[in-house]
């Protein structure tokens, strides 16, 4: 009986904490703005009705009140039952004892508006008696009807029973830690396979929670086929899926009888007042997509085949950032397992760090997905190329080293064939690591099995490059034009090349540029930075650079690896390549796009790889000169580094500025009340 009472009393225990730990977060306000006032409660001001809250009058005050106030409650919705649900934002003044004259901002919240009455309360804190209390709204897109207005409504105690789970299973997990129980006993006894298991289902399940976000967003998941109405009204890669339906290469849209009697359409000036589309690119009298075709021929298509339709936006994303989140933690676990030097787990959280760093949900959410399509496919060719080439290379097999050398390079091509910009760090690399392995098979006199897995990896980008020749050849009249040159867009895209000035400014933006806070959750967001003296017109937009994530952070832990005798001449070479290879990617991409994030995950991916291993290396190199204690205390950091670097990509990918699609405003609301418990 007592051993029975010693082992549940800890879970006794626990969850008696975890109810009173959720039950003082759920109530939190009360304590905070209601208990221990006298103020009056659920009262009415007798002038109030309802008000039309629209963009020349939008606020409304109350005077005279003379009460102390700690909390306001009204309904909210749009007036115009046709808007689609949206926010705004909702500024509360109070004027009371210590005020008299001037009414001081109470508090300022972001709240959810639409054609259904919403109710609203929010908490306040008057110091004394009020007489006046103004509410102003901002950022609204339509007019507004406000209701129901109540100062000081009866507080209803709350309980959320998602967040008592996540902290009873916190609670548990940390109990378990201590105990030194099953949780050290598993990862002590983890394996590569394991390690794997578990980093590739963490971040799959990150982004299937984020495709089910987009889901909210209101995007048709799938469409029928044929098409509905005019192909001009749906997105490149839909139009182009519908020319090759066709049997042609050019988008099935007439150009306007204005446009085609442009001398020069590319020069957005001329194409003022006259009807085209918008980034696509046009030559010699048609329409033409500019994007690479690998997400059409790896998708697109393989999906109309089973279903009959064409997958919507969120499908696609969502499809390409699952199987990132399935390769690039997998390469890096088996980056890990190649080299023999880390424990499992730590390979593990280093997956999840890389994964998180290169912000794969962010790219997913991306707005007017037809942009972030290509560069999420190119993230997750990228990433199967990385593991297979990992595979490949520690695998003694002849034949399956050549199964997996074919894999690579298949994946290589389709990431060519989604984005050609995210392929120049892999590009640079891969060379090096040929040219080192080639010397190798030279001197131990291996050329037979050298050619036979250089032919395994090369044919298939042989393929794909010959293709893409021909394939340009047959759109633009020159094998080496993708039809950027074309493009209807900003500016004369032809107009761009590489100019010393963009240096700098590509290294601050692409590296540098910082993460901005913000005033609603989940506090940290992008903007929009422009410098004078670019050199040039330059396309700038909301942006971050990748030492924004501190994950991304340990490449300055490479002076480390190049300074220790451990780690060979040849690694030193690839690891040179790689970091020179970040900038000048970054600067290529400055120079003849600009800035935006997607832009910035050209690198992003790379570097996020890269971060980890070097992160490995270092641990290694820790336990090897002081010992397991010191590297234990490294592994404790990397976690910690990890968990930072998780927290500000998910709240940075649940933000709502910047260049991203917009999710239900009631799923925002969700997610705020169930972290910001205080407001």
């Known amino acids: ?136 709204f901002e950022d609204f897109k339509t007019e507004l009807t406000v209701s129901d207005l109540i100062i000081n409504p009866v507080y209803k105690f709350g309980f959320n029973f998602l967040r008592f789970s996540l902290i009873f299973a916190l609670i548990a997990f940390a109990y378990a830690l201590k105990r030194g129980g099953f949780v050290r006993k598993a990862l002590g006894s983890m394996d590569f396979g394991g390690a794997a298991s578990i980093s590739a289902a963490v971040c799959v399940a990150a982004s299937c929670v984020m495709m089910i976000l987009c889901f909210t967003e209101g995007r048709e998941l799938y469409i029928p086929y044929p098409l509905e109405g005019g192909v001009e009204g749906y997105q490149p890669y839909i139009q182009q899926f519908d020319a090759f339906m066709k049997g042609q290469l050019h988008l099935d849209i007439q150009p306007s009888d204005g446009l085609l009697a442009l001398e020069n359409p590319y020069n957005p000036g001329e194409r003022s007042g006259v009807a085209f589309l918008f980034d696509r690119a046009f030559f010699n009298g048609k329409y033409f997509s500019y994007f690479g075709i690998a997400p059409i021929l790896t998708f697109y298509l393989p999906f109309y085949l089973v279903s009959g339709c064409v997958p ?127 010397i190798k098979c030279f001197k131990d006199k291996k050329i037979p099995d050298f050619a036979t897995e250089m032919a395994a990896l090369g044919l298939p980008v042989a393929a794909a490059v010959a293709f893409s020749l021909w ?54 967001g992008i903007n929009l930075l422009r410098f004078g003296g670019y050199g040039r017109s330059m396309y700038v937009d909301s942006s971050f650079g990748i030492f924004a994530l501190p994950f991304s952070l340990s490449l300055f832990l490479s002076p480390v690896l190049f300074k220790s005798d451990k780690i060979s001449k040849h690694g030193k070479i690839l690891l040179a390549v790689s970091l020179a290879a970040l900038p000048l990617t970054a600067f290529a991409d400055f120079c003849l796009g600009g800035v935006i994030f997607r832009y910035t995950s050209d690198i992003m991916l790379f570097a996020a790889f890269l971060s980890a291993v070097i992160l490995l290396e270092f641990c290694a190199l820790m336990r090897k000169k002081y010992g397991e204690g010191f590297a234990h205390t490294a592994r404790k950091c990397i976690t910690a580094l990890v968990a930072v670097t998780a927290v500000i990509s998910a709240a940075a990918s649940l933000s709502l500025n910047g260049n991203l699609a917009a999710y239900s405003p009631d799923v925002y609301m969700a997610i705020k009340d169930f972290f910001v418990f205080w407001s």
């Open 312 to 438: 919507g936006d969120s499908i696609v994303t969502g499809f390409f950032s699952v199987i990132t989140a399935v390769f690039l933690p997998l390469a890096v676990v088996e980056w890990a397992k190649l080299r023999g030097k880390n424990r499992p787990w730590l390979a593990a959280v280093c997956g999840i760090g890389a994964y998180f760093a290169a912000m794969v949900p962010f790219v997913q959410r991306g707005r007017a997905a037809f942009y972030y399509i290509a560069s999420i496919a190119g993230m997750a060719f990228v990433s199967a190329f990385l593991f297979f080439i990992i595979k490949a290379f520690g695998c003694e097999k002849k034949t399956v080293k050549i199964i997996y050398a074919v894999l690579a390079g298949t994946s290589f091509s389709l990431a060519f064939l989604s984005r050609i910009n995210i392929i120049i760090p892999l590009a640079l690399v891969t060379a090096a690591g040929i040219a080192i392995y080639a």
């Open 471 to 524: 394939y340009n050849y047959a759109r633009f009249g020159s094998p080496l034009q993708f039809g950027t040159d074309y493009q209807l867009t900003v500016a004369d895209a032809s107009k761009y090349e590489l100019f010393s000035g963009g240096i700098i400014p590509s290294l601050y933006h692409y590296f540098i540029q910082p993460f901005v806070t913000t005033e609603y959750f989940p506090y940290i």
């Open 1 to 136: 009986m007592k051993t029975r009472i010693k082992a549940v009393l800890p879970v006794l225990v626990i969850l008696v904490v975890s109810l009173a730990a959720e039950f003082l977060l759920s109530n939190f306000v009360y304590f905070a703005y209601v208990a221990g006032t006298d103020a009056q409660r659920n009262y009415t001001p007798e002038d109030f009705a309802e008000n039309e809250i629209s963009e020349f009058d939008s606020s409304f005050a109350l005077s005279g009140l003379d009460l102390p106030i700690d909390s306001v409650s009204f309904t909210v919705k749009t007036s115009d039952p046709s808007q689609k649900d949206g926010y705004a934002v909702a500024g509360f003044y109070i004027a009371d004892e210590n005020s008299t004259k001037t009414a001081a901002l109470a508090k300022r919240e972001k709240i959810a508006v639409g054609p259904q009455e919403r109710t609203v309360t929010v908490y306040l804190s008057s110091y004394g008696n009020a007489s006046y209390l103004d509410v102003t």
